[in-house]
């Protein structure tokens, strides 16, 4: 069963920081482009950050504004987020996602997601 | 703001058809995936690419593409089809990803 599993949520205050892993399991990570997606209370899906098979190429969403690095260990097949400078907005549940792409084709889809880990910046 | 737009909400009656759209310029270059929320659950997805089902997910979900929208359809709605429906793609840019704001779909 292809499987991914966050940790490392938790409450932290503001201008704090926090590592989350995504541990992936029944499928050939190091194949995969994988990535991070957030929601926060109430809201909907919002794309946070990608990276490619070997970690060389990254992506972030505009709001990230250089607080998060993606990252990721191809022998230990997890992927990892380090957020630094949080602010209360930043609260929401972190998700992450394996990408599979059809690239020439421009289909790409997320799949499997993993359950999820909460992250709350509170002081 | 999303470059995606879906409608907020959208009502069905049991075992009709219901057609759940997404707008955005991307989308007349990429094709959108569709994902299903429950409540409490996280994401899964339901269609990809022309119209892709991954296993698992009945036939009475389907995916299709006009110009700069996306729907998904779901013919015969069931109750366990109440849920959030969210369209994801490539953004303007294509360097990154952007999804739409969500249609909260109601079985009545």
């Known amino acids: ?4 599993v966050e940790s490392g949520g938790g409450v932290v205050r503001p201008g704090g920081s926090l590592r989350l892993s995504c541990a992936a399991s029944g499928f050939s990570f190091d194949n ?27 992506g972030y969403a505009d ?23 949080l602010r209360p907005e930043d609260t929401a549940f ?7 792409q059809i690239a020439a084709d421009g289909i790409w889809w997320f799949d499997p997601w993993g359950q999820g880990t909460l992250v709350t910046v509170s002081s | 703001s999303s470059e995606l737009t879906q409608d907020p909400a959208v009502s069905v009656a049991l075992g009709q058809t219901v ?4 707008q955005g ?29 991954p296993s698992g997910i009945p036939g009475r979900f389907t995916g299709s593409n006009s110009g700069n929208t996306a729907s998904l359809s779901i013919t015969g709605a069931q109750a366990q089809d109440e849920a959030d429906y969210y369209c994801n793609s490539r953004d303007s840019s294509g360097d990154h990803w952007v999804f739409g704001g969500g249609t909260k779909l109601t079985v009545l």
């Open chain 2, 25 to 53: 310029d991307s989308l007349r270059t990429y094709y959108a995936s569709w994902y299903q929320q429950k409540p409490g659950q996280a994401p899964i997805l339901v269609v990809y690419g022309k119209n892709n089902r």
């Open chain 1, 63 to 85: 709001f990230v504004q250089g607080r998060f690095t993606i990252s990721r260990d191809n022998a230990k097949n997890s992927l990892y987020l380090q957020m630094n400078n």
């Open chain 1, 94 to 100: 972190y998700y992450c996602a394996r990408v599979r």
């Open chain 2, 19 to 22: 057609r759940i759209t997404c």
């Open chain 1, 32 to 58: 995969y482009v994988m990535t991070w997606v957030r929601q926060g209370p109430g809201k909907g899906l919002e794309w946070v950050s990608d990276i490619n098979w070997n970690g060389d190429s990254r």
């Open chain 1, 1 to 4: 069963e292809e499987r991914l």
